[in-house]
Antibody, heavy 122, light 108 residues
Framework: QVQLQESGPGLVKPSQTLSLTCTVS??????????WSWIRQPAGKGLEWIGR???????NYNPSLKSRVTISVDTSKNQFSLKLSSVTAADTAVYYC??????????????WGRGTLVTVSS | SYVLTQPPSVSVAPGKTARITCGGN??????VHWYQQKPGQAPVLVIY???DRPSGIPERFSGSNSGNTATLTISRVEAGDEADYYC???????????FGGGTKLTVL
């Protein structure tokens, strides 16, 4: 079955760029039937959607993070990636990648990765 | 932006029914989804489009949505249902996902 796996540095210095990759296994990211999202969760707090990408390259971002976020897709590697610039301690969180069925409206997440902890500290 | 409001905590005895609410302006016009998150684990979809259950989710989990409140109902609660529950919807005015703040379900 399809699985998602996040990877990337667990420690990032303040003001630098956080970079994470989500690898899709057991299925093709190019199937055209899904959006691919990033979501984060600070310790002890709730979920925050960061943004998503379709395999065409079209993106949607959380307005509160839009100026610092870039999500891209590499269909040849069956991966999609997150870059978050100018990070601060407030960006310390568990970062999840997730899949959304490409329905007409009111999208939801039917598959999640296990998450990866990213700490912002000097 | 669109806001979803959940009670921080709900407590219920085993075998009883738990109801977790999610409030939002005219939320009944939106499709609402619910996730269960146990400590140290990723969220799992338990209800989508207000009341649909993914395969593998027990029939004890059900949902409804009307007016300004969506509700996740867990019947015959078991100790294994103890978790955080999040509601989620799409804010069409700004094209982005919104999550509720989460509700911690405690099984007494």
């Amino acid at each position: 079955q399809v699985q998602l796996q996040e990877s990337g540095p667990g420690l990032v210095k303040p003001s630098q760029t956080l970079s994470l990759t989500c690898t899709v296994s057991g299925g093709s990211i190019s199937s055209g039937s899904y959006y691919w999202s990033w979501i984060r969760q600070p310790a002890g707090k709730g979920l925050e959607w960061i943004g998503r990408i379709y395999t065409s390259g079209s993106t949607n971002y959380n307005p509160s993070l839009k100026s610092r976020v870039t999500i891209s897709v590499d269909t040849s590697k069956n991966q999609f990636s997150l870059k978050l610039s100018s990070v601060t301690a407030a960006d310390t969180a568990v970062y999840y990648c997730a899949r959304e069925p490409a329905v007409d409206r009111d999208w939801y997440f039917d598959l999640w990765g296990r998450g990866t902890l990213v700490t912002v500290s000097s | 932006s669109y806001v979803l409001t959940q009670p921080p905590s709900v407590s219920v005895a085993p075998g009883k029914t738990a109801r977790i609410t999610c409030g939002g302006n005219n939320i009944g016009s939106k499709g609402v989804h619910w996730y269960q998150q146990k400590p140290g684990q990723a969220p799992v979809l338990v209800i989508y489009y207000d009341s649909d259950r993914p395969s593998g989710i027990p029939e004890r989990f059900s949902g409804s949505n009307s007016g300004n409140t969506a509700t996740l109902t867990i019947s015959r609660v078991e100790a294994g249902d103890e978790a955080d529950y999040y509601c989620q919807a799409w804010d069409s005015s700004s094209d982005h996902v919104v999550f509720g703040g989460g509700t911690k379900l405690t099984v007494l």
